[in-house]
């Protein structure tokens, strides 16, 4: 029952992650004004997402259910979902960067982060992710262990889960002390700075009535500053309950872990990939905007006009913000 109930989960988070984050391609696609580098981030984080919903969870069901497989076939599906948690939290590090720059240099930040260096950011991500989610395949692993305990035949033949092809060591102290908590910190204190400079800008009493486009610029970016805020916190408290229950089995392995536990934590990770477009379409106008475009236009077939870029003006230099 309990697992039935898990699997009927799963499909309704696929399906939901999937449907969301391709609005949230689609989005970006249609509306110029969402095409800079915040949003290229944002498109990233979505294809990761979108990669959850269409590939990861259907693993994770097929894991379930206790296929056997091949070690190196069960480890190549686990190392899969590691990258693509990797992505996803160096694509949010990305986002917390850009708005930090966004803020602290507004009237240079278009000749500092060009379309050109936000794409090379985002493969430098996906490198990255890449090179820590197959560690794993590279030989820190479980399957020495496996062999000495005598576990595994010798055709490698084993029941496909997450622990028994994983080293506890690799997730604990590479994969969490490494590469998600570090990043998670560091992105609450650039979100904290961020939000103290843009509290700083709107309380300057230098700042008066002929100067308001400042006010206006730094009104909008605390407004996007908070959804981006949201989402990381969402994403904290999605993963970090896997990440505990893995410190427990490795520096507890004789304690009790229901299994119930371990299919909500499993649950939350994979419904944070399906949470981000809610987050877009109930926070940022722009996409709200653009989610009820492709709705009325290529759903219930009605003309809409064009999305238009709104220029607001730092200086002497206009910059495209997406209105909130």
Same mark, same amino acid.
């Given at each position: 029952?309990?697992?039935?109930?898990?699997?009927?989960?799963?499909?309704?988070?696929?399906?939901?992650?999937?449907?969301?984050?391709?609005?949230?391609?689609?989005?970006?696609?249609?509306?110029?004004?969402?095409?800079? !580098?915040?949003?290229?981030?944002?498109?990233?984080?979505?294809?990761?997402?979108?990669?959850?919903?269409?590939?990861?969870?259907?693993?994770?069901?097929?894991?379930?259910?206790?296929?056997? !497989?091949?070690?190196?076939?069960?480890?190549?599906?686990?190392?899969?979902?590691?990258?693509?948690?990797?992505?996803?939290?160096?694509?949010?590090?990305?986002?917390?960067?850009?708005?930090?720059?966004?803020?602290?240099?507004?009237?240079?930040?278009?000749?500092?982060?060009?379309?050109?260096?936000?794409?090379?950011?985002?493969?430098?991500?996906?490198?990255?992710?890449?090179?820590?989610?197959?560690?794993?395949?590279?030989?820190?692993?479980?399957?020495?262990?496996?062999?000495?305990?005598?576990?595994?035949?010798?055709?490698?033949?084993?029941?496909?889960?997450?622990?028994?092809?994983?080293?506890?060591?690799?997730?604990?102290?590479?994969?969490?002390?490494?590469?998600?908590?570090?990043?998670?910190?560091?992105?609450?204190?650039?979100?904290?700075?961020?939000?103290?400079?843009?509290?700083?800008?709107?309380?300057?009493?230098?700042?008066?009535?002929?100067?308001?486009?400042?006010?206006?610029?730094?009104?909008?970016?605390?407004?996007?500053?908070?959804?981006?805020?949201?989402?990381?916190?969402?994403?904290?408290?999605?993963?970090?309950?896997?990440?505990?229950?893995?410190?427990?089995?490795?520096?507890?392995?004789?304690?009790?872990?229901?299994?119930?536990?371990?299919?909500?934590?499993?649950?939350?990770?994979?419904?944070?990939?399906?949470?981000?477009?809610?987050?877009?379409?109930?926070?940022?106008?722009?996409?709200?905007?653009?989610?009820?475009?492709?709705?009325?236009?290529?759903?219930?077939?009605?003309?809409?006009?064009?999305?238009?870029?709104?220029?607001?003006?730092?200086?002497?230099?206009?910059?495209?913000?997406?209105?909130?």
């Amino acid at each position: 029952m309990l697992l039935s109930v898990y699997i009927g989960m799963e499909v309704v988070i696929a399906l939901s992650s999937v449907i969301g984050n391709v609005m949230v391609v689609w989005a970006v696609k249609i509306n110029k004004s969402l095409r800079d !580098t915040t949003f290229c981030f944002i498109v990233s984080l979505a294809l990761a997402d979108i990669a959850v919903g269409a590939l990861v969870i259907p693993l994770a069901i097929t894991i379930s259910i206790g296929l056997q !497989t091949h070690f190196y076939s069960c480890l190549l599906v686990a190392c899969t979902v590691l990258v693509l948690t990797q992505s996803s939290i160096l694509a949010l590090l990305a986002i917390a960067i850009d708005r930090y720059l966004r803020v602290k240099i507004p009237t240079r930040y278009k000749r500092v982060v060009t379309p050109r260096r936000a794409g090379l950011a985002v493969v430098v991500c996906w490198t990255v992710s890449f090179i820590v989610g197959l560690t794993p395949m590279l030989g820190w692993n479980n399957l020495w262990r496996l062999q000495q305990n005598g576990s595994i035949s010798s055709d490698l033949i084993i029941t496909c889960q997450f622990e028994n092809v994983i080293s506890m060591d690799y997730m604990v102290y590479f994969n969490f002390f490494g590469w998600v908590l570090p990043p998670l910190v560091l992105m609450l204190l650039i979100y904290a700075e961020i939000f103290y400079m843009i509290h700083k800008q709107l309380n300057n009493k230098k700042i008066n009535s002929s100067h308001s486009d400042p006010n206006k610029y730094y009104d909008k970016e605390l407004n996007l500053a908070k959804s981006l805020a949201l989402v990381l916190f969402l994403f904290a408290i999605s993963w970090l309950p896997l990440h505990i229950i893995n410190c427990i089995t490795l520096f507890c392995p004789e304690c009790n872990k229901p299994i119930a536990f371990l299919y909500i934590a499993i649950l939350l990770t994979h419904g944070n990939s399906a949470v981000n477009p809610i987050v877009y379409a109930f926070r940022i106008k722009k996409f709200r905007t653009a989610f009820q475009k492709i709705w009325q236009q290529y759903f219930c077939c009605k003309d809409t006009p064009a999305l238009e870029i709104q220029p607001i003006l730092i200086g002497a230099q206009p910059l495209i913000l997406p209105s909130l």
